[in-house]
């Protein structure tokens, strides 16, 4: 029997918010299960691991982010920006301009750990612009568009000199940054290791080959580093106490390309509730060699 129009929609609507909220929810959770996904294997139940160094309660990442911005008043139409934030709080400087010339600005964040698919933060600070100051407040958010890029937005009030009084203006920011984990734990102080690390022996520089498949190890955990660093820098104020268990289901390699399935399940705990929240699956990370090392070209899960 065929649903009703109506009933249809509501159902891929809730599948669409379903995958939303498991791959922002549990970032971290499946993100981890590629640490152990190190040599081969012929699939069967997952072995039980232990938790990954550098994603735990004791943990405080801090991220770096670089980036540009659009906006109003009219001080704020184009600029450059820059922030650190450790776990929940932050600062953040921007300089730019408009019509009426050069503006710097300075911010104090402080991220809530409000368990929703995306980092929230409230933001207060002061833009120099003129011989002018203009305090303003902001709620913010950033929205990761993947490879530790995010897209940028905030909303609020600043309090604009006009001759001898202040006027109330509508403030508005979006752009887009880069986000740079600092550190994802001690043990673990380079999470963002060089591609290079996939490759054959000998380093960055090797003379071209045959697909190496030995090398598929060291592309695989050097997407581990990079997704859990991603992560970290994504939901890091929101999440914390990682656990998982894994295996590696299949390894395909075909020429120059190369697919591993892993299954996974996991769990973070959210911050503000203490609620533990589960999920389990399969994911798939493609390779291609490039002549020197398997480059990632494709993730799915």
Known sequence: MTPPRGGAARAAGAARAGRVARAALLALA?????????GPSTGGAPAAEPEIAGVGPDTVPAVASFGVQFGFPAYRTAGVSAGLQARFVGVAVHAGG???GVAFGLEA?????VPVPLPLYLAGGVDL???RTAPYVALGAHLPIGGGWRLDVAAGVAWTPLLDEVQIAPLVAVGTSYAVPLELS????????????????????CDPGPPDPSALDAALAATVRRFVADAVAAYGSVYRDLSYRTSVASRRLEGDRATLTVRYAGSVVEILTGRRVEASGEAEVDFRWDGCRWRRSGLRY
């Not at 001690?186 to 520089?205: E, F, K, L, S």
């Open 186 to 205: 001690a043990a673990d102080a380079a999470p963002t290791a060089p591609a290079a690390v996939a490759g054959r022996a000998g380093g960055p520089a």
């Open 129 to 131: 612009y003129a011989g």
């Open 98 to 100: 408009g019509p009426g």
């Open 109 to 113: 964040r402080a991220y809530p750990p």
């Open 30 to 38: 499946w993100a981890a299960s590629w640490a152990s996904a190190q």
